[in-house]
Each structure stands twice: as structure tokens, then as C-alpha cells.
């Protein structure tokens, strides 16, 4: 194998990675928070690609009718569980965030969208319309089962994978899209010339972990995340709103989720199954890091788009067997650095 | 799971079965009964594996995939008869799912469920790229089953036997559950370190349901390929496994007829849903996934233990377990000899980093006494007693039981050799009868394996284990709750349950922390009585205990614990007036 080959597959494996990693570590942020193994977070990503290619072509994107309904449904529910029997002051918030809010910015979207405004405000719509759905399908989903076990709210993540999958194809279809890169044109790197694209993947995935480190690290609800993550109990203890830092980690997952989209549209066509597969990798790399270290779950998921992209090369039918079995003698190692389980509390 | 239910779930199978024989019956409803009972077989296996087990596993569509293969590739290309491959089917799986159990059930926590994810996923396209499989293709031309002369292609004739098959499932899984073996897999859920101490060898109980859950699906696959007469890997994916743990969930993971259920109403909704929604809606193709989603979150919602429970109220309940009090009894250990040296603990420390829990302690128990162990919250007493039965292991020192070192043990050798204890935080399995969950206790007094259990060639053994269960129960005074299930006692039952259930062990060092908490005052007097008649016939007793009176008055001997150090040791008497015994507990007496 020539160098030169060596450097073409570490520039594909790199690139697959570092959205793996932004996966891996929403993935590894949610389940602290929430408990929840969120396999539904691929959705996310397609939604954000096929959004952005909406608005490229100056359409209105399904996504936002789907916002405007998961907003409705989620105020319906709340009206019910309370019996109509809610205080003005939580009224107006339902009313204002879970109606009013979507049914603007489909307003908005279909006045803005024809005039094709270009890439950063196509950007901003897209996340102003998928972030809000993180919470919104967290408060459908999984609010009701938040003290179920880890199993259950695994079973009706499944459940939001082939309900967002299904929602994905009525609104979008079977075709898949490809949106314009962010910047045009390559950069030569010793033998081989790089993509733009590429450098921008990596600079906006930098730019996202460094956020995080400091929305975790600097602010109160970073910190109130954490405390949720180390004991749920205590955290509540203490005075954080479990159910709010939920929502914030879901929010957080949407938002990731969308912008891996937004890197990944013009790298390869992404139509609405996409993001499954590319999310259960991000899956593999929070695995590896034990569903714990964010730094670990980053470096886990370079190694997986190394692995992947070199063993594309060698053997590319079994690239699948290879990447996925890559975990096996990872969690034995875990297992055992664990020791002897105690008795867990059965939950 | 037994009697009257158990009847109304044979009946509703035996429906199932006989349903084809009506002619009236359309084909399509045939053909969706075949492959409900196709997918039972699997789910069954997985309320083992899940539900009662507590090993959750997205994989199991990989071993239907190995039945499924076997007799594939030896019908077409080596001309088996389909027979002739059921036998070879089952062996690849199960010693497919053997080898794949050593390594899975190992794992620990949420990485058990994600190891079953990555085999589920690796083991699809693996099928999927052999040549010798077909490839993505697959392989067709697959000879029907013949009985006889009589091959069955028609699905009504098919149908029997994938029915009589589930029957057969179903009657063997409750035989497992109600068995010695099944009370030790029952046990496996939130972990089961607890189980080790009465003797049960959790690994290979996890090992014997992941391979039997194994074998059922391996069965499944094997009938399925020859009801389908051709096979490709896309049924035997990780979207297939996970169809099978819904299916689990929604019919009641902790039951083996919810399996039945799940599997029931699963299929029937995909088959409706893509029926219906078309017509309701224009371009509905793509709506059943996102109504199935739906309906399954709102399932979970609504019932979070799954259907079959809450179907299960509607019936009589189900009649409790029989207790044959004529069975022969259990064979007993001899009696300690009176005064004999029975414990030997010798400059015992344990060290977690930097903490030193127990430091240099030494003492002893003797036959037939009571040793109390009394000391301030912190001293080191419970871990003491994990340092004694093996829950954890000393850091340095020895410890001698009957002249021999065991503190390098694991716990189920020490309960091996007659030491038997209680916890401080109750370690009741809470939907097991009072009655089942001590029967754990006999785990080690009646060795009887999990096939004799299966076809029920256990029941002379399990009427004596039951029947010392019993009897153990009645001596705590416990015996008007027999039936009830554990996590219905109020803590002071409880704690008596547990030292019912290490008394089954028949002891000859009993270790109990705390049995008195959580009693009344008539209760502890109850207790007390009891603790004094089982030293009168030789068991030697370690007590920890916060009441002092009650400690005062029934031990021997006490040892005095404090910030892990001996502070000291003697007579009831002689400890309540030494000084520094009543500086640790008070702080100085100035």
C-alpha cells in the first residue's frame, strides 16, 4: 500500500470520525443525563441534512409541519395529564414554547425559504426547527418513563427510532439529497489534495466540543447536567429540575445532531435512513468509552472511522463485522477492569 | 405462571394449534398463526433470558439464523433429511450460543445488552457475506418436513407442529422456572451476588438460560427455514432481534405465556397495520412504522410490565405452590462439637485505598455459641462478615474455619462448607414466594441438574427441598406468609425470611447482621428463643446487632469493633462495663 493511499484512507477515516465522535459524545450526554440509550439521535442527522436541502432549494422543509405537530401534541398531552387544571403562568409557557413558538417559525420559514437567504441563515433556520424537537420528544417519550428501567427506556427509544424514521420518509421521501458544501474548493496536503468540506468538519467539530467543555465546565446549567449525571437523586436534592436538565441534554442532542447533518450533507447523499447506521457508529465509540468519558468517546470514535475506512479498503464486505465486533474485547476489558459486580440495586 | 392461568394460556395454545383444522378458517390467518408461533419459541427464550434472567439480549434473531442455516446448507447441498438436521441444528446453536455465553454473560451492567447489540449486528453480515451461505441472497430449494410419507408444504399441516413445538416450550420453561436451577436464575436479576453466598454458581446459571434461550431459537430456525423452503440473512438482523425483545416486553418479560402474548399481538399489528393504514390514508405505505412506534411507546406508557400480567388479573389467581411435609428429609451436616474451635480470624485487615475498614482484628467462635459482634456505625462489622463468607477478600491475615484457610475462597465454596449469613439490606428476589426464596438456602443440600428439572424428573428432590423450606419457615414463625411474595413483607418479616433461608443451608456457623431491626418487642423475645434452641443443638452464631439488651442477654461472647480496630473482647458483662467500649459508643464518660 502506498503512502499516498495510507493518507487518502486517513483522511476519509478522520472525517467519518469526527462526526462519529459528535454522535458518540450526544449519545454518552444523554444517557448520563437521562438514562436513556438514545438510538433514535441518527434521525437528527438526517433531518438536519434534507432540512438544509430544502432550503437550498428554496422549499418549505417537512420539518417544520413536524414541528408544529409534535408541539401540538406535546401541550395536548400536558392539558390532559393536568386535567385542565394548570396555573395561568405554565399556560402561557405551554401555549408560548409548544404552539405559538413552531406555528412562528413556520411562518417565518415559508417566507424566508423562497428567497433562498443563503447558507447562514439557512443554517440558523435549520436549527431553530430541530433543536425544539429534542425536548418536545423527550417530553413524549420519555418524561412519562423517566423512572423506568435503563431496558424499557431502551425499548421506547426503538420505538422513537421507527416512529421518527417512518415521520422522516412521509415528509421528505425515499430520495436522498446532497446539500452544498460550506466552503468550495481543496487544499493540497503533501501528496494528496484535502476537501474544504473536510477542514471545515474538523473546525466545526473542534468548535462544538470546545463549547461543550465550556457550557460543562463555566455554567450553572452545564453544571446542573453533571450533578443529573452523578445522582439523580442528590441533583434533585439539591435543587436542579431533573425533568429540565432532560430537556437540556435532548435539546443538546438535536442541536449535534443537526449541525453532523449540516457537515456530512455534502460529503455523501443522505436520504431519511441514513442516519441509523451512522448513529449506532457514534454508538460503537460511546461504548468503547463505556458510556462515561467524553474525551474517550472523541478518541474512540477517530479509531472507529480509521478502522472503518482502512478495512473499506481491505475488505469491504466484511467492513461492517469488523467495525461492530471492534466492541467485544472492548467491553470484555471493561467488564473485568469493573471487577465483580455487587449486587446492583434493581431499578 | 402455574395452575389456573398456566391452564388458560395451554388452552389459548392448544386453540392456536387446533384453529387450522377448521375449514373456514382463511389462509392468511394460518399463515400469521405459524409465524406467531414461530416467534413465540424466541420470545419464550427471551422471558428467560430477560425477564427472569435479567440479561437483556438484541441478538437472539442471530441464533434463529444458525438453526436456520444448518439445516439449510445440509438439505440443499448435502442432501440431509430435514429430520435428520433438527438434531445438528440444535447442536450448532447451542454450542454456538455456548461460546458466545461464555464470553457475553461475563459481561457486566448495560454492557452485557450493547455486547448482544455488536454480535447481533456482526453475525447479519457475516451470514450475509459468506459465499457458502449465498450471500445476500440466501438459499432457496429447501425440502419440506415429511412425517411419513406426508410432506407438510400446506401451512395448515405445518402450523401443528410449529404449535405443538411452543407447547412443548412452554410446559419445559415453567418446568425450569419451578425447579432448583430456575429459583437460581430467578435469582440472576439486579445482579444475584447475593445467591453465591447460598451456593449457587451464578455464571453457569446465567450460562444454562443463555443457552437454552439459545436452543428455542435455534428451533425457531430450524422450523422456519423449512416452512419458508429458503433462507437469507435479512430475518436474522438486529432489527428482527429487537422485534423479538419488543415482543418480549409488550407480552410481559417476566412471564413465559407474555412471550406467547407479545409475540401475538406484535404480529398481528404489523400484519393489520400494513392492511389498514393504506386505506385509511393515501399514501399511508410508510405509516406503519410510525404508528407501531407510537403504539409501542404509549404500550410502555400504559403498561410497563407488559400485557399478560395485566390479562392474567382478569383470571383466578394462580394456586400456591404444594407443600409435601412428608418428604423425606435432607441430609444434615453432624453437629459442632460443643466448645470445639470452629473460627479462627487472625490479624484480619481490609484495606479500600486509603481506608483501612477493618484493621488487624482477630477472634474466634467456638461449637455451639453466640458471638456477638457490637460496635459503632462504621466499625467494620458488615465488612467483617463480606470478609468472612467471601463476598470480599482480606486485604491481609487469615482466616480459619475448622482448622482449613478459607479467605481465599469464593463465596459459594464457604457456604460449601456450612457457613451461612443474612444481609444488612435485605436480599430477597421481591416476586418470589416467601416459600421459593428460601428454598434457595437448600440450593447446595439437593443437587439436581437443569435437564432432569426440565422433564420433571427433579420432583422427588424438589418436595424435599420445598418441604425444608417449609419447615425452616415455620420455625422463624413466618409460616402464615409462605405464599405471599417476598417484597410484600413488612422489613422485620423479611429479615426473619432471610435467616429462614440461610437456615436451609443447615449451617454450622450462622452469621446474622442486624436480625433483630425492623422487630417488635414480642417478635425479638420470638427470636430470641430461637437463636438460644439452635446453639442448644450445637450451631455457633455471629451476631451482629444495635440492640443491646438483646445482644446482652443471648451472647457468650462479644467483640468489640471501632473505626475497624478490636477495642475489646470478653462476657456480656465484662464488656458493658469496660471503659473503652462505653467511650466509643458515648464519646467519654467524664
Known sequence: MSPTILLFLAQDGVMNGAVYALLGVTLVLVFTVTRVIFVAQGEFVAWGALTMAALENGALPGTAKLLVGLGLAAAAVDLLRARGRLPARRLALIAARDVVFPLALIGLTSWVAPQKPGMSVEIALTLALIVPMGPLVY?????????????????????????????????????????????????????????????AVLAVTGAVMASLFVFFERTLIGKALRATAVNRLGARLVGVRVDGTARTAFALAAGIGAVSGVL???????????????????????????????????????????????????????????????????????????????????? | MRASPRLVGLVVIALMAVAPLLPFTPDFWVTLAGYIGLASLVAIGLVLLTGVGGMTSFGQAAFVGFGAYTTAVLTTTFGFSPW???????????????????????????????????????????????????GYDGISGIPPIAIGPWALIDSRAVDYLIWLAVLIAVVL??????????????????GGAFAESFGVDTAQAKLVVFVYAGLLAGLSGWLYAHVQRSVSPSPFGLGAGIEYLIMAVLGGSGYVLGGVVGAAVVAVFNDQLQNWLPKLMEGGGNLDAIVFGILLIAALQLARSGLWPALRKLGPPAAPKAVDLTAPPLPKRPANAKGAPLLEVTGVSKRFGGLVAVNEVSFSVRGGEIVGLIGPNGAGKSTTFNLLTGVASASSGEIRFRGERIDRLPARKI???????????????????????????????????ALSSLVRLDRAREAEIIAEAARQIERVGLAEHMHKAAGSLALGQARLAEIARALCLDPALLLLDEPAAGLRFAEKKELAALLDRLRAEGMSLLLVEHDMDFVMQLTDHIVVLDFGLKIAEGAPKAIAESPAVLEAYLGGVA
Do not use: C
Open chain 2, 173 to 190: 420453561s415453567d418446568n425450569l422456572l419451578d425447579s432448583r436451577m430456575g429459583r437460581a436464575i430467578r435469582a440472576l436479576r439486579g
Open chain 2, 84 to 134: 435428520a438436521t433438527l438434531p445438528v441444528s440444535l447442536l450448532t446453536t447451542g454450542l454456538v450460543a455456548l461460546a458466545i455465553g461464555l464470553v457475553t454473560v461475563r459481561l457486566s451492567g448495560h454492557f452485557l445488552p450493547l455486547g448482544t447489540i455488536a454480535w447481533g449486528i456482526s453475525f447479519f453480515y457475516l451470514f450475509g457475506n459468506l459465499a457458502v451461505l449465498g
Open chain 1, 264 to 347: 456530512i450533507g455534502p460529503l455523501t447523499t443522505v436520504a431519511y435512513d441514513t442516519g441509523f447506521l451512522v448513529g449506532l457508529k457514534g454508538f460503537v465509540a460511546a461504548i468503547i468509552a463505556g458510556l462515561a468519558s467524553y474525551p474517550l468517546t472523541a478518541l474512540a470514535a477517530l479509531a472507529i472511522g480509521l478502522l472503518e475506512s482502512t478495512s473499506a479498503f481491505f475488505a469491504s464486505a466484511f467492513k461492517e463485522v469488523i467495525v461492530f465486533s471492534i466492541i467485544i474485547p472492548f467491553l470484555l476489558w471493561r467488564s473485568y477492569a469493573a471487577g465483580a459486580p455487587a449486587d446492583e440495586e434493581e431499578e
Open chain 1, 139 to 199: 417530553r413524549l417519550a420519555f418524561q412519562p418513563l423517566a423512572d423506568a428501567s435503563v431496558l424499557i427506556l431502551f425499548i421506547a427509544a426503538i420505538g422513537v427510532h421507527l416512529a421518527m424514521t417512518g415521520l422522516g420518509l412521509a415528509v421528505f421521501g425515499a430520495e436522498g439529497s446532497r446539500i452544498a458544501p460550506m466552503l468550495e474548493g481543496v487544499v493540497p496536503v503533501g501528496p494528496i489534495v484535502v476537501k474544504m468540506q473536510s477542514v
Open chain 2, 415 to 449: 457456604a460449601e462448607r456450612g457457613i451461612a449469613r443474612t444481609f444488612q439490606h435485605v436480599r430477597l428476589v421481591p416476586g418470589m414466594t416467601v416459600l421459593e426464596n428460601v428454598a434457595i438456602g437448600a440450593h447446595l443440600r439437593a443437587r439436581v441438574g
